[in-house]
């Protein structure tokens, strides 16, 4: 699904990705971790394509195709999509007009208002989330558990192939965890997606079950192995590393 | 709904609410009791003077398209409440002047306006507040936002005139072109550039109206 080789990348002048290499197979689960401000969201934004990060060298290929030169909505259309640490919101757009244009803009049909209706309460519901931020402004006026609970409504209707959850659990309260916890297994469950995990904490772990656990330092994944790598970390830090 | 056409140059509204056409270029509005107005104004020049009667408040939803060039006067005597929105779409040179006279006591006025400017157009938008001396217990407020698109230019000029120190005044100007982080974020969804770029602009000059009809419209009208 997604493979990154020898990638060296800088935003604001500044390098921070260097020599960062990343296999991602179909339908796998990897966890990311690491130090604050070592580069985990950085990577998240590359992946996007974010026009203030550069790549200097190095490649990115996504299901045979690399990215390197694609713009934003490209690498989207492609099937990568982001849960951003603290999603922003949108002022004077809402949720059903963004998801209707994208939706629009990708298959090049007009969306039948009846049935994309149905599906945003259907989601609503089993995110636990009022079917009144269907017409809601994007993220504005939403708390942060909230903005993220939105994020996903998104997700579920555009229906990603690779996702990107950038500590998805930080600002989420124990029940809210577990209800966007489980709506990420159902919808691995039915569309078996592969799955980047940002996180500094190993209690999403306990629900979504990862394949591979990594830790990022000095731009480059240091050390790779299964869950038992994140509970060494919870329990003794990076200075390990 | 109720919808008015006025061709007169002296016009009386009182307890209304509903949509306006004013065919004339000059007028003088008085407004009694509870006032609610929408206009859809394209291409217009318009003078006009509104007069608050005491106790009286007016909500005035107005939207333009293309070149306009209007002058609005806004008297409020005493204890009357005005808010006045505006938002405008331009691709042509086009002029807002918005003096707004607090004679009295008591009032609250809100002024806000949205303007998107297009093309190699210029907009001069000018809102003059002038709040009487030994007035008291009025409160105002000017909110008042462009984006600049393309070649385009907008100038706001705030002025604020307060000779009395028994007001609380706020205001809030500011210029810009569409925020970078939120095409990224529209675009990371699959939109395009230029329908990113759409809805956010959209969302600028709707977001101003309770009224969703209203936005609705607009949203219609520009699309
Ligand atoms: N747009 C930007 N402009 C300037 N510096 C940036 C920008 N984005 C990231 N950085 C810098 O790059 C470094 C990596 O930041 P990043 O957000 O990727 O860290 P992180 O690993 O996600 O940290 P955290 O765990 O705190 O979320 C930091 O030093 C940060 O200040
Ligand atoms: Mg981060």
């Given at each position: 699904m997604l493979q990154i080789k020898n990638l060296t990348a800088s935003v604001e002048r500044k390098k921070i990705i260097n020599g960062l290499d990343l296999e991602i197979n179909d339908s796998e689960i990897h966890v990311l971790m690491g130090p604050n401000g070592v580069g985990k969201s950085t990577i998240c934004k590359i992946l996007l394509k974010d026009e203030n990060y550069t790549i200097s060298s190095g490649v990115i290929i996504f299901n045979g195709t690399k990215i390197n030169d694609l713009n934003t909505t490209e690498v989207a259309r492609l099937g990568i999509y982001l849960v951003n640490q603290n999603p922003i919101g949108i002022e004077g757009v809402t949720n059903a007009e963004m998801l209707r244009t994208a939706l629009s803009d990708i298959t090049g049909e007009r969306v039948g208002i009846f049935e994309f209706n149905k599906k945003l309460e259907n989601i609503c519901k089993e995110l636990d989330i009022p079917k009144e931020f269907i017409h809601r402004?994007?993220?504005?006026?939403?708390?942060g558990g909230e903005r993220k609970k939105n994020e996903l409504m998104h997700l579920w209707m555009l229906e990603p192939k690779f996702i990107i959850l950038d500590e998805l659990d930080s600002g989420l309260d124990v029940d809210a965890l577990k209800v966007v916890s489980e709506s990420i297994n159902k919808y691995y469950e039915k569309f078996k997606p592969s799955i980047l995990i940002i996180t500094h904490h190993n209690k999403i772990l306990e629900y979504i079950k990862p394949h591979k656990v990594h830790v990022l330092k000095d731009g480059k994944i240091i050390k790779s192995g299964d869950i038992t790598l994140a509970k060494e970390i919870e329990n003794s830090g990076f200075t390990a590393f | 709904m109720n919808n008015i056409v006025i061709d007169r140059e002296e016009f009386c509204l009182e307890d209304f609410d509903g949509e306006v056409k004013i065919n004339v270029k000059k007028l003088i509005l008085i407004i009694k009791g509870h006032v609610v107005i929408k206009e859809w104004i394209k291409n217009n020049e318009l003078d006009l003077m509104i007069n608050m009667e005491e106790n009286s408040s007016l909500e005035y939803n107005r939207f333009g398209l293309e070149n306009s060039d209007n002058k609005i006067i806004i008297n409020q005597n005493s204890n009357s409440r005005v808010i006045f929105k505006e938002s405008l779409l331009v691709d042509n040179d086009s002029k807002l002047k918005i003096k707004n006279n607090i004679l009295g006591n008591n009032n609250i006025s809100e002024i806000i306006v949205r303007a998107v400017s297009k093309e190699d157009s210029r907009l001069v938008v000018d809102a003059i507040l002038d709040v009487l001396e030994n007035t008291f217990g009025n409160e105002v407020k000017e909110d008042l936002r462009g984006l600049e698109q393309e070649n385009s230019k907008i100038t706001i000029i705030p002025d604020m005139l307060v000779a009395s120190s028994e007001v609380m005044a706020n205001h809030n100007v500011t210029i810009g072109s569409i925020s970078k982080e939120d095409l990224f974020y529209l675009c990371s969804k699959g939109l395009t550039f230029d329908n990113a770029k759409k809805l956010l602009e959209v969302g600028f000059l709707t977001s101003i109206y309770e009224d969703i009809e209203m936005q609705e419209k607009i949203k219609e009208i520009i699309k």
């Open positions: 402004e994007i993220n504005v006026g939403m708390s | -």
